[in-house]
C-alpha cells in the first residue's frame, strides 16, 4: 500500500495489522500543527517471534507545519496480542502504562540525571528508542481502561542500523559485554534516582511494583511439573533432579518466580525480560558500537542482580557461558560502581562481597525463570508460522530439542558449580 493511497487519520490495514488516528497520537510529542499526509504499516517481526504483544512497521510522511516540507518517520507501534491465552493473563492496562511511563518520562528523567551530574550531552546515554506517543484506549468514556486501541509509539531505529542478533544461538562476547556494560548503567541510573529523585522514584512506584501477567497456582504448578519432566529427559540433567526440584520449590511460587524482594543497597528499576530480542545493536565496519533496550513490561522495582543469571543463561552463547561467566560478572560490577561514582552519588555499600551474595540469593529463584524461556528463545518456527506464539501451548509442548537440552544442561552446570542451586 503506497503511502500516497492512505488518508490522513485512516485506518490502514496490511496482513490484519491496524493503527487508528495516527495523527492525534503523534501531535502528543509533534506538536499541534502536525499533519499526517499518509503512513503504511505492516507487521515488524514474523508471528513466530511475537510474545506478548504485536508489533507494527509504521512508516509516514508528515509535515510538521502547513508550511513545512514533506518529511518521513519510521515508527514502531507495540499494541495487543491476539493470542488468546496472553490476552487472558495480560493485564494489557498496566502493560500499556508502565511502558509509555517508562518511555515517557524515567528515561527521559535519567538522561536529566546524567546531565546534572555534569555528563556532556555528547556521552549522555538514552537506553531506549525515542517516544513518539501512547495510549491506553479511543474511548474516552473510559481513558484508563486498555482496549484494542492500545498502542505504544516509538522509532524505528532498524533504519539507523540497529537490529537484534540470533536468538538460537545467543550473543558472542563481544556483545555481551557491550550488553551488561550498557545493563550496570542502566541500573546505576535506578540507584542515583532512588537517592538524588526520591519524589519521583515515589511516584513511580504504582507503575514499577507489580506484575502486568498472572497465573493460578494450579497452572504454574502445572508448568512447574512440566519443565522438570521436559529438561530430566537428559540424562546430564536427570542426575541433579532432586537438587533442581529443591531449587525450583525454594521460589517460592508465581510471586517468586518474578522475585520482588529486595535487600539493600540493591534495590533499583530492573529491566525484568532482559535478553537478545530486547536489546538492539548497532555496528560500525563490523564492531558493536551501541546498544539500546525494549520490551520493559516486566521493568520493577527489585535488585539490579534480578536481571544477570537470566541474560546470561539465556541469552549468551554456550561459549560465552561456559568460558567467561566470571569475565560479565567482572564487567558489570565494574561498570555498575563506576557509573554510579559518576553520577556523584555513593557506591561504597556495594561492596564485591555484597554484590556475590546477593548474586546467589536472585540467581537461586531464577532458575525456572531462565529454563523456562529459553525453551522459547530456542524455539523452530516456520517462515509461514500465520499466528502468534501461545505460551501455553510451547509451554506444555512434549519433548525437548537437542539445542534447548544442552544449552539448559550448561546452565544446570553452571548454577551448581556457583552454588547458585
Known amino acids: 500500500m503506497s503511502l500516497e493511497n492512505c488518508e490522513n487519520g485512516s485506518e490502514v490495514m496490511d496482513g490484519g495489522s491496524v493503527v487508528k488516528d495516527l495523527e492525534e497520537l503523534l501531535k502528543e510529542t509533534m506538536g ?111 481513558p484508563d481502561e486498555a482496549d484494542e486501541d492500545a498502542i505504544l509509539l516509538l522509532e524505528n531505529i532498524k533504519v539507523q542500523s540497529y537490529d537484534t542478533q540470533n536468538r538460537m544461538k545467543g550473543l558472542d562476547l563481544e556483545h555481551a559485554k557491550l550488553a551488561i556494560h550498557r545493563l550496570a548503567h542502566y541500573h546505576a541510573l535506578g540507584i542515583a534516582m532512588r537517592q538524588e529523585k526520591a519524589d519521583f522514584y515515589n511516584g513511580a512506584q504504582k507503575y514499577l511494583t507489580s506484575i502486568p501477567f498472572n497465573m493460578t497456582k494450579e497452572e504454574y504448578d502445572a508448568y512447574l511439573e512440566n519443565i522438570v519432566q521436559t529438561i530430566c529427559e537428559d540424562p546430564r540433567i536427570a542426575k541433579h533432579e532432586e537438587r533442581i526440584k529443591a531449587c525450583l520449590q525454594a521460589s517460592e511460587g508465581w510471586e517468586g518466580f518474578f522475585n520482588f524482594e529486595t535487600v539493600e543497597p540493591w534495590v533499583t528499576i530492573c529491566h525484568g525480560d532482559f535478553w537478545v530480542n530486547n536489546m538492539m545493536f548497532k555496528h560500525d565496519g563490523g564492531k558493536a558500537t551501541d546498544v539500546k533496550f525494549v520490551d520493559f513490561q ?124
Open 32 to 142: 499541534d500543527q502536525l499533519q499526517v499526509i499518509g503512513y503504511a504499516v505492516k507487521d515488524l517481526l514474523p508471528k513466530g517471534e511475537n510474545y506478548a504483544s504485536l508489533m507494527l512497521k509504521i512508516d509516514a510522511d508528515i509535515k510538521r507545519t502547513p508550511d513545512a516540507a514533506v518529511e518521513k518517520i519510521h515508527l514502531v507501534g507495540k499494541t495487543i496480542t491476539k493470542a488468546e491465552f496472553q490476552k487472558s493473563h495480560m493485564n494489557a492496562t498496566m502493560s500499556f502504562s508502565r511502558e509509555i511511563f517508562i518511555f515517557k518520562e524515567l528515561l527521559p528523567m535519567y538522561r536529566q540525571l546524567e546531565l546534572e551530574a555534569g555528563i556532556p550531552e555528547k556521552d549522555a546515554v538514552y537506553v531506549g528508542p525515542k517516544f513518539y506517543g501512547g495510549r491506553l484506549t479511543r474511548n474516552k468514556g473510559a
Open 298 to 421: 516486566l521493568t520493577r522495582v527489585s535488585s539490579p542482580l534480578k536481571d544477570i543469571p537470566y541474560f546470561t543463561c539465556s541469552s549468551t552463547s554456550s561459549e560465552v557461558l561456559i568460558n567467561h561467566l566470571d569475565e560479565l560478572l567482572d564487567t558489570y560490577y565494574r561498570s555498575l560502581i563506576e557509573s554510579i561514582d559518576r553520577l556523584g552519588c555513593d557506591s561504597s555499600p556495594f561492596t564485591r562481597d555484597s554484590f556475590e551474595k546477593e548474586l546467589k540469593r536472585t540467581a537461586s529463584k531464577d532458575f525456572l525463570f531462565c529454563v523456562l524461556a529459553l525453551k522459547f528463545f530456542t524455539l523452530e518456527v516456520s517462515k509461514d508460522q500465520r499466528e502468534d506464539i501461545n505460551v501455553d501451548e510451547v509451554i506444555k509442548s512434549g519433548g525437548a530439542s537437542n539445542l534447548y537440552l544442552d544449552r539448559t544442561w550448561y546452565i544446570v552446570s553452571k548454577f551448581i558449580e556457583r552454588g547458585w542451586m
